[in-house]
């Protein structure tokens, strides 16, 4: 049954008098508040989840704008009620027409408490401005779409000019005729809807080509601002193990150990202050660690005893030597310097 005429525009009944799922709807506030209706279309009321994170609704639902402004019509096709009329866009047209779904307003507003039927109901006292309407599987108050007279009488034409005069013919009436008739497919009728599912199938694929797109650059995005990270963080370490009084090969295996730990924030950037404590820490326990073994090391360029930098040497080689030992065992990074660590305090 044809609901959308030539220019795109369906006619729904969005509610009528009476208990709706959410409050009793009076007449008088039907007649008044239809101009709050300003809204748009979708299919589907929002769910919890969608109205809290997508309070303006998701594109691919919008079916279309309401078109004028809603009325109450005593004398309305589907009995007496709140009427409009909205756009149905191109894409959905098909799906209107073929599944003719029902209609539920979607409002805020206010109610207040009345005795109905010797009942205590919420009755809706007023619509706020920016109201709408969805289709959906199951009416809230009486919604529906409203058929078409026009196209209604327009098939009846169409039969009327196919049929030829069987006066004889007792078996089929005129009426039983055009039913069979109109439960005909029609041939142009297939084609159209077959058009519309392929553009909607066209449309379906384009979309989730652009997302995973969106999705790869957003990847791509990420990586190259984590290695941008990283290189800053390089450089900030080797600046400052610059300024420390450590050996060269202490200062190799800091630096690797302390990019190897470097942390980002959400947004993708380098925790800078996160990471000079990070440095601070690891100097002083470096310190600490070579004043234990009964070593000071010079300030490096102000002439260090040869007799200490050759020891200190030795004692580094030893301890990479055990570092690269724990680690062929199966040890992590952090693991591996500590029980090395600990190895060179026993002696």
Same mark, same amino acid.
């Given at each position: 049954m044809p609901y959308i005429n030539k220019d795109g525009v369906a006619?729904?009944?969005?509610?009528?008098?009476?208990? +709706?799922?959410s409050a009793f709807y009076e007449r008088d506030q039907l007649e008044r508040d239809g101009a709050a209706f300003t809204g748009n279309v979708y299919i589907d009321h929002p769910g919890r989840n969608e109205e809290a994170d997508r309070p303006e609704r998701s594109l691919r639902d919008l079916v279309g704008p309401i078109v004028g402004t809603p009325v109450f019509d005593e004398n309305g096709r589907e009995g007496p +009620?709140?009427?409009?009329?909205?756009?149905?866009?191109?894409?959905?047209r098909p799906f209107v027409e073929e599944l003719g779904p029902a209609v539920s307003i979607r409002a805020g507003g206010t109610a207040v408490v009345k005795v109905k039927e010797g009942k205590r109901v919420r009755v809706a006292e007023k619509f706020n401005p920016g109201a709408g309407f969805d289709f959906v599987t199951r009416a809230g108050r009486g919604g529906k779409l409203v058929p078409l007279l026009e196209a209604a009488q327009g098939k009846v034409d169409t039969f009327m000019e196919s049929q030829a005069f069987l006066e004889s013919d007792d078996s089929h009436s005129l009426e039983t005729r055009f039913l069979e008739w109109a439960e005909t497919p029609k041939q142009e009728d297939s084609m159209e809807l077959q058009e519309a599912l392929d553009r909607i199938t066209t449309l379906e694929g384009e979309n989730v080509t652009l997302t995973e797109a969106a999705a790869a650059k957003e990847s791509e995005t990420a990586q190259l601002r984590e290695a941008l990270a990283l290189r800053d963080a390089r450089e900030i370490i080797t600046s400052k193990l610059a300024e420390t009084k450590l050996h060269p090969m202490s200062v190799t295996r800091l630096t690797e150990q302390l990019v190897s730990g470097v942390k980002l924030t959400e947004a993708g950037a380098l925790d800078q202050p996160g990471l000079e404590v990070a440095i601070e820490e690891a100097t002083t326990g470096e310190l600490g660690y070579l004043e234990g073994l009964g070593l000071t090391p010079?300030?490096?360029g102000q002439g260090a005893p040869a007799e200490d930098?050759?020891?200190?040497?030795?004692?580094?080689?030893?301890?990479?030597?055990?570092v690269e030992r724990y680690l062929k065992e199966g040890m992590s990074q952090e693991r591996a310097d500590a029980a090395a660590n600990?190895?060179?305090?026993?002696?």
């Open positions: 006619t729904v009944l969005m509610i009528n008098e009476g208990q +709706g799922t +009620g709140l009427y409009g009329q909205c756009r149905v866009a191109t894409h959905w010079g300030i490096r930098a050759d020891e200190l040497k030795a004692i580094e080689a030893l301890r990479t030597r055990q600990a190895f060179m305090e026993r002696g």
